[in-house]
């Protein structure tokens, strides 16, 4: 057998050049390439795909749509993380905790009016004051002599 005669070995098959060998074929690697990768999204395109199908929003749905659909979402996310990470940022803090992403989203015009009837659970309120609450500005304390308060 070492001298090279195949005594009843089956002949070896090479894949040469249709077949998905080993960096044969077309795409050069075995490797798949996912969706989300192709579209240079961070968010999961095949899970927002099969969110999708279960939702039944169509009887078909189209290729391009949880893509689209991932790329909006993982932009809204990114906004909201940047600003919430500013008002962390503001706070002296270096962790992003949900009164950060509150003032992040109340803060901001276009946010507030897309989560304007959400409620961010441990997120507080806008620190406000109303003007007629606030106490009127004296020119000066001393010269004056308020004779309700002095007995």
Do not use: C, W
């Amino acid at each position: 057998l070492r001298d090279g005669s195949s005594a009843g070995l089956r002949p070896v098959h090479r894949t040469g050049g249709k077949g998905k060998g080993k960096s044969g074929g077309r795409g050069g690697s075995g490797k798949s390439t996912s969706r989300s990768a192709k579209a240079g999204l961070q968010f999961p395109v095949g899970r927002v795909a099969r969110y999708m199908r279960n939702q039944r929003l169509a009887s078909r749905l189209g290729g391009g749509a949880p893509v689209y659909m991932a790329a909006v979402l993982e932009y809204l996310a990114a906004e909201i993380l940047e600003l919430a990470g500013n008002a962390a940022r503001d706070n002296k803090r270096a962790r992003i905790i949900p009164r950060h992403v509150q003032l992040a989203v109340r803060n901001d015009e276009e946010l507030n009016k897309l989560l304007g009837n959400v409620t961010i659970a441990s997120g507080g309120v806008l620190p406000n004051i109303h003007a007629v609450l606030l106490p009127k500005g004296r020119k000066s304390s001393k010269s004056k002599n308020s004779a309700s308060q002095e007995y």
